[in-house]
């Protein structure tokens, strides 16, 4: 999260530049992983880059830890409309870019991967990116891929929707309770998490709307962001040398692990995830909280990746399905000859994702901010 676009008050915290190149390894891992999804035919088990969407998870706990951090002891100075209107403006003009590309490639993605897109008059597709500017979830009635996403044109908004959720519950509850409640709360999440990973064997999910997914949605939402906002009130941090280095590491090493155990034994991978989410995810931010950069290169390498974060993840999925498109258009083309095309994939993500945070991004937001400051001073 960068605060220096919240002039509404002088931020005089330190900012956890570490945690921001961390939430950039994590998004260049879960591109990674959707390129090479494409390829697993549906057996998550073969899936390369095994545990690469936890990053999602991932994401929670950082969420939780910045939302604690920046703002548990600001509001006697700031409202709920305050709060909620600068989320607004960090979040969502890339969710509305995001969808605007997803639409712009929609019909290129016609195939057996997506066997509602040919189907799909333009009316009815315009009308669910404009239904996704707003984040409103879409029904079976709306399901112009055929894969049942609350958002169809760009699939991992769903985690945004769940992010919009945890921002309300912060600001009317979570921010109320004391750490001992937390903690209890925490555990209780902790349980369900544990129990849901054990049985299925992983925590795949949250993208629709129907009660199983939702639950998903809800249970990897709760704990990480419990633990993140927890662990910004209690952590002291330390001072660890190459802490980027070591955190981003942890990271890709747990994202990368490979599948573990058999379909006999479920239970045994569903408990590598829910360990990892529980005590490593916690154990990654603390140790990039305790962290500094030192060296004008890796300041520069994790800005750029922090700044990328965001966008590459809201950003680069409709790039796989167009991608997975032209896969399957081969008859299924061998990984091995698709090498080329996904690093122009992952190339052309990253530099994407750089254009609209440069030109795009930054300007609205900074727009945005003004025109809410105005309005405020107006008003007083």
């Not at 001992?180 to 054990?198: D, E, R, T």
Request: aromatic share 14%.
């Amino acid at each position: 999260m960068n605060l220096k676009f919240n002039s509404s008050f002088k931020d005089t915290k330190k900012h956890y530049i570490i945690l921001d190149g961390l939430r950039g390894v994590a998004a260049v891992m879960v591109v990674l992983f959707h390129l090479l999804e494409t390829f697993a035919f549906g057996k998550h088990a073969e899936q390369i880059i095994n545990h690469g969407y936890l990053a999602v998870d991932f994401f929670f706990v950082l969420s939780g830890f910045v939302i604690g951090y920046a703002y548990d002891d600001r509001w006697h100075k700031m409202s709920l409309k305050d709060f909620f209107k600068r989320r607004l403006i960090r979040l969502h003009p890339m969710i509305i870019v995001g969808m605007i590309i997803g639409a712009l490639l929609f019909y290129f993605q016609d195939c057996f991967f997506f066997p509602a897109v040919s189907e799909t008059p333009v009316w009815k597709m315009l009308l669910v990116m404009v239904i996704g500017f707003t984040l409103f979830p879409v029904g079976q009635s709306l399901d112009i891929r055929g894969w049942s996403e609350m958002h169809p044109l760009n699939g991992p908004a769903w985690s945004l929707f769940f992010e919009y959720i945890a921002n309300i519950l912060y600001a009317l509850v979570l921010r109320k309770l004391s750490n001992k409640i937390l903690a209890v709360l925490l555990f209780v999440c902790g349980a369900a998490l544990i129990h849901l990973s054990v049985t299925n064997g992983h925590v795949i999910g949250g993208w629709s709307i129907d009660a199983t997914q939702l639950r998903i949605g809800f249970t990897r939402l709760l704990y990480p962001f419990l633990a993140g906002l927890l662990l910004s009130r209690v952590i002291k941090v330390g001072h660890i040398k190459n802490a980027f280095f070591w955190s981003s590491l942890l990271l890709i090493v747990v994202l990368s692990v490979p599948h573990i155990g058999g379909e006999e034994h479920v239970w045994m991978n569903g408990l590598y995830v829910a360990l990892s989410i529980i005590f490593i995810f916690p154990l990654i931010v603390y140790l990039g909280a305790s962290g500094e950069i030192k060296g004008k290169r890796a300041d520069q390498l994790c800005r750029f990746l922090g700044n990328i974060s965001y966008p590459i993840y809201i950003i680069h999925y409709p790039l796989i399905y167009t991608f997975m498109a032209w896969v399957a258009k081969d008859e299924m083309m061998s990984i091995t000859k698709a090498i080329p095309a996904m690093i122009l994939v992952l190339g052309l993500s990253i530099l994407l994702a750089w254009a609209v945070f440069t030109f795009y991004d930054v300007p609205v937001r900074k727009w945005l901010t003004a025109k809410s400051m105005n309005s405020k001073n107006k008003q007083a």
